[in-house]
């Protein structure tokens, strides 16, 4: 029962990190309609910039300051580089772009800070104890503000005006402008808090483990994955899958038979496989239901 | 001598694998990203049933498989899971490590008698280049290669002349994959060592760069796509760059020139431009 358990929580805590990027990237994909897979590598570069401040001064505060900072930056850029694709509607290239530009931070990454682990706090991590299981700090962090910011999010987003101003620009954006919201701030403004939610999971993951230059690409696609099998337009099936993707596989490893011989290795292969069985069964999304076409 | 023929033969490759991405992204428009997967999967597939060959090009045929996701999913979820494809099967090779031998990959890579030395394989790929060169040419002159074009243009426009868009995307995706299988095949040979970083996202970058950069349906801009994005990372040589470097430095040129090549064409090929 300790072993599933423990499990269940390491589950958790990775699926909350890729629930962080999933959200991100429906976030966004909700007014410019391009998934900005470049999140990866931007939470990667907030992260490693967390560490270089957090190595000369030691102070959290500092470091977080500067780090966000950086998140906003890369959310203002995100939007420079994008705008242009939703304009023309050209979003396939605008995932082209993004991915481009994703590949070329994690290269500046290596330039600079060269491909071994860092490790953000030297020594044994701080535990917290539950009896019959344990979670590291900076992973109890990352669950419970995962959990309520999404649950944030997804009441903005299905409940208030704001949520419906949201969706309303990705559905027509010059009827949206004739009402006088300012639709491009309101992009901009997205493309920050994502970025910024990103970079939070990105300095979270360098607390809970180590830094390195690819450690937000497997991320990033396991939530754009997770997107397009919960469904890009419901955020209830994002979540789910989500979690789908995190703890399938980590029980598959886990209690598989032992001449199997499944190690942590296997677990990319694993979320392929799901994601292409979910695809196939339910092209439209998990909870998706048939609608006749006209 | 050496340098200069596997410079040579990395252009003929990188050819041989665009075509199928020059048909695909550029003319059909069709974001078929599992590309690297292909050219990867016929590379191991060649070094594990060595002097199999026939056997090797047959098991290319199952990574057009993804064709069948083509026709079945929509095109985002289509381009999401062709790209998703690329680190699944880098997991795998990894993974299954009694068959591609995991991280240490494989080596040893036996060449056929007929492709001994390097000026041999140079040969061999130059005259498949030519060959696709004039194949090529011909598709952009047949109503295959019109319909291609119809099927970036409108879908519903080319079903309404009696033609399958289904069909000729199914068609163009298996083309590309064989095509990256064969290129896959032929670097293989001439490294004789296969690790899961063979292909992949670096791979994707370089061959996606080649075929957004040759946007015309001309055979002639696709071969100076490939000569310009082959050569231009070669100039970094002539750097005294840390050797452990040059990777990443090639990366970040690929990159920066892509993000700057597709910014510049967002909006030139759409329908609505020419219209107006």
């Known amino acids: ?294 | 001598m050496g340098y200069y023929f596997s410079v040579l033969i990395k252009i003929f490759i990188s050819f041989i694998q665009a075509v199928g991405a020059h048909l695909t992204m550029s003319q059909a428009g069709i974001f078929f990203l599992a590309i690297p997967v292909s050219y990867s999967f016929m590379g191991y597939s060649l070094a594990i049933l060595q002097k199999k060959f026939l056997l090797g090009f047959g098991l290319a045929f199952c990574g057009s498989l993804l064709s069948y996701l083509y026709v079945r999913v929509s095109h985002e979820s289509f381009t999401v899971l062709t790209a998703a494809s690329i680190v699944g099967f880098e997991a795998f090779l990894k993974s299954f490590s009694d068959l591609t031998g995991g991280v240490l990959g494989i080596s040893g890579i036996m060449r056929p008698g007929f492709m001994k030395a390097l000026p041999d394989i140079v040969l061999v790929s130059g005259c498949l280049m030519l060959t696709l060169v004039l194949i090529e040419n011909l598709i952009f002159k047949a109503p295959f290669g019109r319909a291609l074009r119809g099927l970036k243009e409108s879908e519903t426009l080319l079903e309404s002349m009696s033609i399958s868009a289904n069909k000729i995307g199914t068609v163009v995706i298996c083309l590309a994959s064989l095509l990256s299988g064969i290129a896959g095949s032929l670097e293989a040979l001439r490294i004789q060592f296969l690790d899961p970083t063979f292909g992949g996202f670096p791979n994707l970058i370089l061959i996606a760069s080649i075929a957004i950069l040759s946007m015309k349906p001309s055979v002639r801009t696709l071969v100076l796509s490939t000569l310009f994005v082959v050569l231009l990372p070669e100039v970094l040589r002539f750097f005294s760059f840390n050797p452990s470097q040059m990777g990443h430095m090639r990366m970040l040129v690929y990159s920066i020139m892509l993000v700057i090549l597709i910014r510049n064409l967002s909006g030139k090929f759409t329908s609505a431009q020419r219209i107006v």
């Open chain 1, 1 to 294: 029962m300790d072993f599933f358990l423990q499990i269940l929580v390491n589950s958790l805590v990775t699926g909350t990190q890729v629930l962080l990027f999933a959200v991100s990237l429906y976030l966004i994909r909700s007014v410019s309609k391009i998934e900005h897979v470049a999140l990866g590598a931007i939470a990667t570069f907030v992260a490693y910039m967390f560490y270089v401040v957090f190595m000369f001064s030691g102070s959290f505060v500092a470091s977080g300051i500067f780090a966000l900072g950086w998140a906003l930056i890369f959310g203002y850029i995100s939007f420079h580089l994008l705008e242009k694709f939703y304009k023309n509607n050209d979003t396939l290239l605008g995932l082209l772009a993004s991915l481009s530009f994703g590949i070329a931070l994690e290269s500046l990454i290596g330039i600079i800070f060269e491909t071994d682990a860092k490790s953000i706090l030297d020594g044994v991590l701080p535990v917290v104890d539950f009896g019959l299981f344990r979670i590291t700090t900076p992973g109890l962090i990352t669950v419970s503000m995962g959990l309520v910011l999404t649950m944030i999010i997804a009441f903005v987003v299905l409940r208030t005006p704001y949520g419906r101003v949201l969706r309303s620009i990705t559905e027509n954006n010059a009827l949206v402008s004739s009402l006088g919201v300012n639709a491009g701030f309101v992009r901009m403004a997205i493309y920050c808090m994502g970025c910024v939610l990103t970079g939070f999971v990105g300095v979270m993951i360098g607390l809970n483990s180590a830094l390195t230059p690819f450690m937000g690409f497997n991320l990033v696609i396991t939530g754009f994955i997770a997107l397009f099998i919960g469904g890009v337009t419901d955020i209830r099936g994002v979540v789910v899958a989500t979690y789908l993707l995190s703890l399938v596989p980590e029980f598959l490893i886990n209690y598989s038979p032992r001449y199997l011989d499944f190690s942590a290795s296997h677990k990319m292969f694993f979320v392929f496989v799901i994601a292409l069985v979910c695809v196939l069964a339910k092209p439209n999304g998990l909870f998706s239901k048939r609608i006749r076409k006209s």
